[in-house]
């Protein structure tokens, strides 16, 4: 089978839309056919400022929100990053792989250094896209479900596994992103311009866990666009155009058919349904997701045995990497 890694910041006790949409609804696919290891990546959290008891608590939120979307840990590992030691250590090879420049290149360090400030700026959200790509690695993964923001990290995980391939011979496959068609960039409900995410103001991000009453506040306040018609067109109506793409993927009629069918309507009538689209949705995961958590050691037994089964893997490959690389065997 093939192997497949994906993972996700517990940066924010909730998932968003656009998580769910982009990445988490392939991860629960592929589960169908694949061998997959998927994590809470908490040394990637504490790249921008946490509180330690929050990111504790989110951690186990995140796990919670995983297992009811459809994670299912019989077939697939749910572990949390940090108790797989291995990714760090083979972070560490691919860092001295990694060219500076290579590395400053990555937009998503320029935006999120830019939010923190040179001050607040570490070294460790520099080196996050390598971490990724260890966290790939260390599996062997062929395939990377995740959101289309994700592009340049994946590219730069493929050219490490080539280049480190090409140095010490045959170790890694070159893995292939798994991005969605419709979706793959759910924008802000407030600022269309920008992808949603969880580590911006909440007033434009659809939370998972959110009250419904506020799920559908926040979607009726939506920023929309000049002119009234519901018809998709990312250029002049990002807004609408994102409003229609959400509904679509959620409900699974084409945009077509609702465009069609919201014509000569006006764009409240589009919010007021796709609320109940996404209160509809978002309302059992809600529910399924309390349950777990309130079962905390059935959850902490999960994802004891989804590290206990990532680290078989992983342990291999790091014993593999250090070899080729020249490091004396201890013993
Ligand atoms: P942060 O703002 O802390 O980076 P995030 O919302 O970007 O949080 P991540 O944990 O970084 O969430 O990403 C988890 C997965 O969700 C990744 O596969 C990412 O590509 C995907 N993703 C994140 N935001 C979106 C979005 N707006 N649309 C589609 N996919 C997304
Ligand atoms: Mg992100």
Redesign the pocket.
Known sequence: LPRVL???????GS?????H????RQWVALQETTEAFYCV?DL??IT?PQDPAELRRNSLVSAAQLLALGVDPERSALFVQSHVPEHLQLSWVLECLTGFGEASRMT?FKD?SQREGTAGTTVGLFTYPVLMAADILVYQAQQV??????RQHLELTRDLAIRFNGRFGDTFPVPEGVIPEG??????LQSPDK??????PPAG?IFLLDDPKVTAKKIRSAVTDTGREVVADPVEKPGITNLLTIHSTLSGSTVAELEERFAGRGYGDLKKELAEVVVDFVTPVRARTQELLDDRAELERVLAAGAARAREVAVGTVAAVYDRVGFLPPT
Request: hydrophobic share 40%.
């Open positions: 994906s993972g996700i910041q517990p940066t924010a998932f968003h839309l656009g998580n949409l982009g990445a988490l990546v990637h959290a921008v998503q999120k479900p995740v959101g289309d923001d994700q979706a793959a960039r759910v924008m802000d992808k949603m995410s969880k580590s911006l991000c």
